[in-house]
């Protein structure tokens, strides 16, 4: 997860603050002006690297709220006296918000590709719509006469005409946005942001709802580009359709990429980069007129190359300076707490039916799985237990019949809704948050307790969360590995993070697919003592494929053959059962132990 | 009457043109798993060899016979050049890799080419008008236009149907990985998908220069207008791109006549309109 910029990153950050601080004293009219121009792109920029680094949606489209954010400043600046300013940027802010809200109900629907297409194609359209139409000029821009000044009924505070006071306020600007999303990122609710890039569809299971985020996300990285926009038409005086075009949004987003993305600190050295090149190929005195003619081409070779080379951009120069974490930090141990019995959920079942095209993978399948006991479901290859499982997390949509939580129907309710019911599950491959260490994991798991969006103080809760994590952590044996990334777990060690997720979460209803592949034979006795100890204040429902384990383990079971329910009673009555010796036990019922 | 007639065909032989452009994006998208941003740069390397394979050969089918597997050779390079680079890394590498493509496709046509807009002659034989009605008649060439743009999409369609190429594109149009597991050389059948849709993006522009001026950001409009297709239709199928082009087509010709101002817009109402319905597209995997 995202962590506040390493000493090396901070020291240089203040340089180039101080280094902006005194410029104006230093150089001459030019320097200030390009000064601001990079100034407010890089607000644009870190707004960016908030969708596309934080929550990993890719938008080419961007430039749009920069271009909504200037045309409402031209649209609320009298034609002969400024605007006050007070007024003028916190509407430019809202007029953005408002574009990135519509614009980003829709595309948030899209992933991947299609989420790149479809923002350059509204990008497009809004270009389309001020290049074509003659409200503000059309396709020749439109000018704003007088630029805004902040003012306190007839008293001037701070004219934005003076370029230099304009100057400072822009820098002022930058820090403000970057403080902001870098708080906002490693809020809470920036954590789920985090979580999303890496892995949307558990974001999902751990019971908050990714478009809702996604969505926010959107309309806060819109908000602060339609602050950049708005500052950006106060420099020239000059709007034009341009400021919404597809280019902007590209260049924007090789910004993003030069100075690395995820780090917010790293497109605005991204952005200083990208200026001063630009500035330098443009200029025959360095380059020959020949380069100077044709920059853009330069550009071009220099960006395919940069991509190529260092796709982590500037940032990752710090980051490979960093000293590796010790493998093994010193744990605490002996937080295990006495489990406090609690009810767990009852699940039950009725009729229930998932057909694909034609090929029915769960059929007509009537359970009930009583509350505190541990629920095995076996059943040979392709029997339909994952589908199974898919149906009753929310997953896929059941065909027919009907899913009862408590008694609630939650039969196609999405994954989300029905994780904050209380339903908790884990998947037969394993599925984590790979980049983040251990703890984060167990983080988002347990903030997953209070899924709302509008968490913004990690303080609050901050305490129980952490008992929580403890104590899951302690419970599947991670506690020494709480600071590794989940990426350098092994396999077995990744399945029992799964598990501690689960516990961290508060879900009081566990279904399990498979969660010992992988496992050795300690961790596996270690995994199953667990998972009885879990029915004290859980119900937990296993899919597994090691009998062994699942017979000493169960309190009920139910054998599933071609999505049907072929037996279902006490392990001891299941391996008895004719049908299933015949049709799945085979050997194994025969050398069981008693 | 008469007008809705003429936007009927408008319409039509513009998404026609589209389909061209748009198949080869989405067959990329499905096949390789790329986004390619400067697809949009293949059609107007068409409009610009159209420029000037007319003016050494002097007819526009002619520069259509020699332009097509120019512009295959040359998607072919780019593709070993550049593209092959890209396979399996995420779509932001993709999409910058490719948006340094446009700047330098783009600088490249100015050396080459110039700023100012050019025009391709119709050739004299199809220069007329067909009389469709006691008063209404129809440039011969535009309905040239769609006669080759249904052909090429015919031959597009044998390959896929009848040839082993083919069997390969339907394997990756249903399923990427499946393309792999089964041991395809996936180098090859990458080069000549990349090819083939370099080639018919070129084609369309070359047919279509006649009919429209050749600027410099004649490459950018169709590269959008290319997406939209994609997102109505869905990631990776051709059906799927030929029925949003049409609609495109249709959308486009109609808004220009009764919403002037806002012709751009509908293209984009109906893309809006589509992902709310179906945020996979019509005939999306998804």
């Avoid at chain 1, 984060?440 to 809760?461: D, Y």
């Avoid at chain 2, 072919?76 to 890799?97: K, P, S, T």
């Avoid at chain 2, 535009?142 to 090429?152: H, Q």
């Amino acid at each position: 997860m995202l962590k506040p910029p390493r000493l090396s990153v901070t020291i240089l950050l203040v340089l180039l603050l101080a280094a902006a601080l005194v410029l104006p004293f230093f150089g001459g009219t030019y320097a200030v002006k390009f000064a601001t121009r990079v100034i407010v792109i890089a607000i644009m920029v870190i707004s960016l690297d908030f969708l596309i680094g934080i929550t990993g949606l890719v938008s080419f489209g961007h430039a749009m709220f920069f271009g909504l954010g200037a045309y409402a400043l031209y649209f609320v600046s009298p034609e002969a006296e400024p605007a006050n300013a007070f007024i003028a940027f916190p509407l430019a802010i809202l007029a953005a918000a408002i574009g990135a809200a519509i614009i980003g109900a829709l595309a948030v629907l899209t992933r991947g590709f299609y989420f790149i297409m479809v923002t350059l194609a509204f990008g497009q359209m809004l270009y389309s719509l001020f290049h074509d139409t003659r409200f503000a000029g059309g396709s020749d821009g439109a000018y704003i006469n007088v630029k805004p000044e902040f003012a306190l009924g007839s008293v001037t505070i701070l004219d934005l005409g003076s370029r230099t006071s304009f100057y400072y306020f822009c820098l002022g600007a930058l820090v403000v946005s970057y403080l902001l999303l870098l708080w906002l990122a490693r809020s809470p609710f920036g954590r789920v942001l985090q979580g999303i890039r890496f892995n949307e569809q558990r974001i999902g299971a751990l019971g908050f709802n990714p478009y809702v985020f996604k969505l926010l996300s959107f309309i806060i990285a819109g908000a602060v580009s339609g602050l950049a926009g708005a500052l950006f038409a106060t420099i020239d005086g000059y709007v034009a359709p341009d400021l919404f075009g597809w280019r902007e949004s590209g260049v924007a987003i090789m910004m993003v990429v030069l100075g690395g993305t995820g780090t917010l600190f790293g497109p605005i050295l991204g952005a200083i980069l990208y200026a001063l090149i630009e500035e330098a190929l443009k200029t025959s005195s360095y380059v020959g007129s020949s380069i100077a003619d044709h920059w853009s081409l330069a550009l071009g070779v220099i960006l395919i190359a940069a991509v190529l080379a260092a796709p982590r951009g500037i940032a990752g120069l710090f980051d490979r300076a960093a000293k590796p974490a010790a493998a093994f930090p010193p744990s605490t141990p002996g937080q295990t707490r006495a489990r406090r019995p609690q009810r767990g959920k009852e699940l039950e079942v009725e009729s229930l039916t998932r057909a694909f095209d034609g090929l029915i993978a769960v059929d007509n399948v009537t359970l009930q799985f009583s509350p505190n006991r541990v629920h095995g479901v076996i059943g040979p290859n392709g029997a339909g237990k994952t589908t199974f499982v898919n149906v009753l997390a929310g997953t896929l949509r059941p065909t027919a019949g009907r899913v009862r939580l408590d008694g609630e129907e939650i039969g196609g309710w999405s994954a989300h809704a029905v994780a904050r019911r209380g339903l908790g599950r884990s998947y037969q491959r394993t599925n984590v948050f790979l980049p983040f260490t251990v703890r984060e994991n167990c983080l988002l798991a347990a903030q997953a307790r209070h899924p709302s969006p509008f968490r913004l103080s990690a303080r609050k809760n901050a305490a129980e969360e952490a008992a929580e994590i403890a104590y899951a952590l302690d419970a599947v044996g991670l506690a020494a590995r709480a600071e590794d990334r989940a990426t350098h777990l092994s396999h077995g060690e990744q399945r029992q993070l799964e598990i501690a997720m689960l516990i961290a979460s508060g879900a009081r209803l566990l279904i399990l697919d498979e969660p010992l592949g992988g496992m050795g034979p300690e961790e596996t006795g270690r995994v199953t003592a667990l998972l009885r100890d879990l029915s004290v204040d859980h119900t937990v429902v296993l899919i597994e494929h090691d009998m062994d384990a699942i017979f000493r383990t169960a309190d009920t079971l139910t054998v599933l053959v071609e999505g049907r329910v072929l037996a279902h009673g006490a392990p001891q009555d299941i391996r008895r059962d004719p049908a299933v010796r015949k049709a799945y036990l085979g050997r194994y019922a025969d050398e069981a132990p008693g | 009457m008469e007008l809705v007639l003429v936007q009927i065909l408008n319409g039509l032989q513009y998404g026609l043109l589209i389909f061209l452009a748009a198949s080869g994006l989405t067959l990329v998208f499905g096949i390789m798993g790329i986004i390619n941003l400067s697809h949009g740069s293949f059609y107007m390397l068409g409009a610009y060899l159209a420029v000037t394979l007319t003016s050494w050969l002097g007819d526009i089918f002619l520069a259509l016979a020699a332009g097509i597997p120019l512009a295959f050779l040359f998607g072919a390079a780019i593709e070993w050049l550049f593209i092959r680079h890209l396979y399996g890394r995420d779509h932001l590498q993709q999409v910058l890799l490719t948006f340094g493509l446009i700047l330098i496709f783009n600088e490249l046509q100015r050396i080459l080419w110039g700023t100012r807009p050019l025009s391709v002659p119709i050739p004299s034989y199809l220069s007329g008008s067909i009389r469709l009605t006691e008063v209404l008649s129809y440039p011969v060439y535009r309905l040239a236009i769609a006669g080759i743009c249904v052909l090429l999409a015919l031959g597009m369609m044998l390959v896929i149907q009848r040839t082993r190429v083919g069997q390969m594109i339907r394997a990756g149009e249903s399923n990427r990985e499946m393309v792999e597991v089964l041991g395809i050389d996936t180098r090859i059948l990458f080069r000549f998908v990349f090819a083939a849709g370099v080639a018919l993006a070129a084609a369309a522009g070359i047919i279509a220069a006649p009919v429209e001026t050749v600027y410099p950001g004649i490459g950018e409009r169709v590269l959008i207008i290319s997406f939209v297709v994609v997102v109505i239709g869905g990631i990776g199928s051709i059906k799927g791109a030929f029925v949003g082009a049409l609609l495109i087509g249709l959308a486009d010709a109609f808004g220009k006549v009764f919403l002037p101002q806002f012709a751009s817009v509908v293209v984009y109402a109906l893309m809006a309109a589509v992902l709310v319905a179906r945020p996979g597209g019509l005939f999306g995997r998804a």
